[in-house]
Each structure stands twice: as C-alpha cells, then as structure tokens.
C-alpha cells in the first residue's frame, strides 16, 4: 500500500521542497537515533552502521542540492549570499563526513564528530527551510519539473552506491 502511494507520487514528480524537506526529517531522525545510541553507551558496530549511513544521506542530498537545486536558487533569489553560504556550509558538513567515514567509534572524538556534524546540519536545515526555501516558492520556481529531476538524480545517485533497491524493499517490508 505504502509502496503504491509512493510510486503514484513519484511518477506525477514530487515538489521540490517537499522532497528536500523528506531528506530533512529523515536525516534529523538518524542524527537523534545515533545521540540516543551514545548516550546509551551503544555498541561499535551498530554505531558505526549508523553514522555511515547518516554521511551517505548527507552526501546524495547535499551532492542534489548542489548540481540542481542551488543553481536554480542562483537563478531566482535576490539574496544569492543565501546560496554562497549554503555551499560553505556543505563544504564544513562534508569535510566532517570525510573524518567520520574514516574513522572507528573507537576512537576519540568519534560521537563528538557525529554530533557536531547533526548541530551542522540542524542549523543548515533550518536556513534552507526559513530562508531559501520561502523565497524559492516565492520566486514561482516550478517545484514540480525542479522535483523531478531532483528525484532522477537521487535515485540515480543511490543506485550507484547500491541502495536504491534496499530502499524500495525496506518500504515494500
Ligand atoms: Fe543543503
Ligand atoms: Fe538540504
């Protein structure tokens, strides 16, 4: 049932922001999911798994962000210095990412990088979505084509690192 409605959605191509905002969520649950699992003194291996999957979420959302939805951003907002700063933003997220994916929960400042990396992020989101996004819309911005090609590149991204199919079963289950 989930999986149909997701299908219908998809093939009449999502709203840009809505998809974007998707992301959003779901990377804030993952970062609260990995807090919870430090604080609870988690082990490695399960820690490990999570973090990585939070940096692959952040890479294929900011890698979209940057090749499709920043250019049109350029085009259309007055206050480019809003695009400018976003990309340095993801430049300091993806720079901790590297760290991270480097790294064993072992060793030091393992959970400290991950959680700097979710205040990062929390702050990055919320100027996407109070500022960008606002005047995206505003702009008259069609959402719809800008969503499908946000969602080509991010299946096509995912595909490529091989969990395109792992998200499909996940919802199928
Ligand atoms: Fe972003
Ligand atoms: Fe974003």
Do not use: W
Request: charged content about 30%; aromatic content about 4%; overall charge negative.
């Amino acid at each position: 049932m989930a999986s149909t409605q997701r299908k219908t959605s998809a093939a009449a191509g999502p709203d840009a922001i809505e998809l974007l905002i998707a992301d959003h969520k779901k990377v804030k649950a993952l970062f609260k999911q990995y807090k919870k699992l430090a604080e609870e003194g988690g082990a490695a291996a399960q820690k490990r798994e999570l973090a990585l999957q939070i940096c692959q979420e952040l890479t294929v959302h900011t890698q979209i962000e940057e090749e499709i939805f920043y250019p049109a951003a350029r085009r259309f907002l007055e206050e480019k210095d809003l695009v400018d700063e976003a990309t340095v933003e993801h430049a300091s997220a993806k720079d901790l990412i590297e760290q991270i994916q480097s790294m064993q929960p072992r060793e030091k400042l393992y959970d400290a990088k991950v959680i700097v990396l979710g205040e990062y992020v929390e702050h990055h989101i919320k100027e996407e979505q109070n500022e960008m996004f606002p005047q995206i819309k505003a702009a008259g911005v069609d959402l719809q084509k800008l969503g499908a090609k946000l969602l080509q590149r991010k299946n096509a991204l995912l595909s490529e690192l091989g969990l395109l199919e792992e998200e499909e079963e996940a919802i199928e289950a």
